[in-house]
T-cell receptor
């Protein structure tokens, strides 16, 4: 089983659609969770951290379910500019502060 | 704030040569820097964790004698790919965490990456 597993992509959605990405992680002791966005041939950029209580930033909502070891990202009212690869990222071992990346889910928003 | 730079952004070299990549935190001090690589259509894989003033910790399967890491100051870490071969061609990305804010925010800041092509 992969340490961080994501939905296989790609997701092709029309502008304005709502899209959800899911992610599961293997280590129940993990403490830090993030969603990053990566554009083609660029470095990943932090989209949002994910907290136990869930958090929202504009059109983006992230949720964490520790019991199920599951993280989600919801994007509402998709824009063309949302097209990118979304990476689920977990700190599996807080002692080392190293991040483990999921394989990413490609999103293509179409006009 | 929290800008990380990498140099060079792109390098093409012949097989057998060594390539040095620099990672700098421009406006903060980084106790720890991380080196990742990403092959086409794959996700980032951690290569090593670099702490200022101490030896790097390498992930399983990463040859420490091939990928030399030096973290001599709180703002600079270097990765040297020694005797590079075509299979080393990849996108190398560094990240850093902020020495002062890491207690409050568990966030890493990524450099723009270095694309290495070995002919």
């Amino acid at each position: 089983r992969k340490e961080v597993e994501q939905d296989p992509g790609p997701f092709n959605v029309p502008e304005g659609a709502t899209v959800a990405f899911n992610c599961t992680y293997s280590n129940s002791a993990s403490q830090s969770f993030f969603w990053y966005r990566q554009d083609c041939r660029k470095e990943p950029k932090l989209l949002m951290s994910v907290y136990s209580s869930g958090n929202e930033d504009g059109r983006f909502t992230a949720q964490l379910n520790r019991a199920s070891q599951y993280i989600s990202l919801l994007i509402r009212d998709s824009k063309l500019s949302d097209s990118a690869t979304y990476l689920c990222v977990v700190n599996l071992d807080t002692g080392r502060r190293a991040l483990t990346f999921g394989s990413g889910t490609r999103l293509q928003v179409q006009p | 704030g929290a800008v990380v730079s990498q140099h060079p952004s792109r390098v093409i070299c012949k097989s057998g040569t060594s390539v040095k990549i620099e990672c700098r935190s421009l406006d903060f001090q980084a106790t720890t820097m991380f080196w990742y690589r990403q092959f086409p259509k794959k996700s980032l894989m951690l290569m090593a964790t670099s702490n200022e003033g101490s030896k790097a910790t390498y992930e399983q399967g990463v040859e420490k004698d091939k990928f030399l890491i030096n973290h001599a100051s709180l703002t600079l870490s270097t990765l040297t790919v020694t005797s590079a071969h075509p299979e080393d061609s990849s996108f190398y990305i560094c990240s850093a965490d902020n020495r002062w804010t890491r207690v409050f925010r568990d966030e890493q800041f990524f450099g723009p990456g270095t694309r290495l092509t070995v002919l």
